[in-house]
């Protein structure tokens, strides 16, 4: 593997606190990916990609820049990718998914936030990520009141545009989110120097629409009774696709289900015949967040399917494609945005909706519905998730999780009874 340190030297990161995040996720990745057994091929792509996890992409990102391009970094699965594309630039999520960074959050966040929030400030500001310290500008968004707060406080330190989200979906609502879209336009055009035009925009949309088609792909294939896959497989392709090139996402993907098809047709499942199918609903799990799929599927459960942002909110409807003037395209990515359910809207039955669709097309016996501690959002909507599963007799466990470890055990005790009651 090249050595990485000089580049990490040059992107201002302390590299003494790097190198402690460095020793513990290998181990960590060994232990909850590379036990498992059967596993299609074609991760080992992604297996690679999280061995150098800090090397690749962040170099790939520093040699784009050195040939003029802007690299942005966003939060949310709300941000239209599109319209940076469109001009141009690069995208790259940055939602904190690791314990590692919490602490140098905590230094300016409150302790009573949640973790995935303070990871991302602290992954910033103590200079322990390279895509935090790649990125060119942030693009923030106003969904929850911990990330309003947050932005102010990254912008002090990093360029920062903050897209203001509408909380309801009424027709006012839906032009005042193509109007923040305008804008984000607008300063993406003047960070990159480069116009975007229907045509740029146009193959843009064709290009974030196929990667969503191909991540459908494996969805599509984890709906078989042959599970073809693991759930925590599933979840490292999404998580991976935040960050990666979109196109060679939609090519990686695309091989990956051609495997998972062919799987399905030979009859090769990664478990035994009768394990419980489940559903894990609620709060995003950013890279390296594996746990609750880790404690599920290390307690004879499989996870088929993920209600969630690092999930089917992410890849689930396309972009109209068919317009060609720029406030009629800005309207079609208007209309797919705003079809995302993320519990910051109210109301939000269309949620609710969404996670029984989801529970019948997975075929699942049961969901889990999680959220992250200090997320008031999604656990607060847990009650309606919870009451309209048992009213469409789909068995329900609600949980919440912290990014460290000091619940795991409790929280595997509560998931080993809840698939002893599915049996
Ligand atoms: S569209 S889920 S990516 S906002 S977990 S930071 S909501 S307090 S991440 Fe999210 Fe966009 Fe919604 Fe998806 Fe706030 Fe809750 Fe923390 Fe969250």
Redesign the pocket.
């Known amino acids: 593997m090249a050595d990485r340190r000089p580049m990490w030297e040059n992107l201002g990161m302390d590299l003494e606190a790097h190198d402690q995040l460095c020793a513990v996720l290998p181990v960590a990745f060994g232990d909850i990916y590379l036990s498992q057994e059967n596993r299609p091929e074609n991760m080992a792509f992604y297996d690679m990609v999280v061995a150098d996890i800090h090397g690749i992409r962040p170099q790939e990102l520093l040699d784009a820049q050195a040939d003029g391009r802007k690299v942005f970094g966003t939060?949310?699965?709300?941000v239209p990718d599109e319209v940076i594309i469109a001009a141009d630039g690069i995208v790259t999520g940055l939602c904190g998914g690791s314990q590692f960074w919490v602490p140098e959050g905590e230094k300016v966040l409150p302790k009573s936030m949640?973790p995935?929030?303070k990871a991302s400030v602290g992954a910033r500001l103590g200079r322990t990520c390279p895509y935090f310290r790649v990125a060119d500008m942030y693009i923030g968004e106003t969904?929850?009141d911990?990330?309003k707060k947050a932005w102010e406080i990254l912008g002090e330190d990093v360029p920062m545009h903050v897209m203001d989200m509408p909380q309801m979906k009424r027709p006012r609502d839906h032009e005042k989110w193509v109007g923040e879209i305008e804008d984000l336009a607008g300063v993406v055009e003047e960070t990159t120097g480069n116009e975007i035009t229907p045509e740029s925009l146009s193959e843009a949309i064709r290009i974030v629409n196929e990667k969503r088609r191909a991540l459908s792909r494996i969805y599509e294939a984890r709906k078989s009774k042959t599970i073809p896959i693991s759930g925590k497989d599933a979840l490292l392709v999404v998580q991976i696709a935040f960050f990666d090139d979109p196109e060679r996402c939609a090519q990686m993907a695309d091989k990956l289900a051609d495997e998972l098809e062919q799987r399905i047709a030979d009859g090769v499942s990664v478990f035994p015949e009768g394990t419980k199918r489940i559903m894990i609903t609620g709060?995003?799990m950013a890279i390296p967040n594996w746990k609750m799929h880790h404690l599920v599927e290390t307690s004879g459960g499989a996870v088929v399917c993920e209600e969630s942002?690092t999930g089917t909110?992410y890849f689930e409807h396309q972009v109209d494609n068919s317009a060609d003037t720029l406030p009629e395209q800005y309207k079609a990515l208007a209309d797919r945005y705003l079809n995302?359910n993320?519990?910051?809207f109210t109301p939000n039955e269309t949620r609710i909706e969404d996670i029984i669709r989801l529970a019948k097309e997975y075929d699942v016996d049961g969901v889990i519905d999680v959220h992250?501690k200090?997320?008031t959002?999604?656990d607060t909507e847990s009650e309606s998730v919870q009451d309209a599963l048992k009213k469409a007799g789909i068995p329900v466990l609600a949980l919440e999780t912290d990014y460290d470890d000091s619940d795991a055990e409790q929280l595997r005790t509560r998931i080993e009874a809840f698939l002893e009651v599915l049996d």
């Open positions: 939060f949310c699965v709300y949640c995935l929030i969904t929850c911990g990330k709060t995003p942002c909110r995302i993320c519990a910051c992250l200090f997320c959002l999604y």
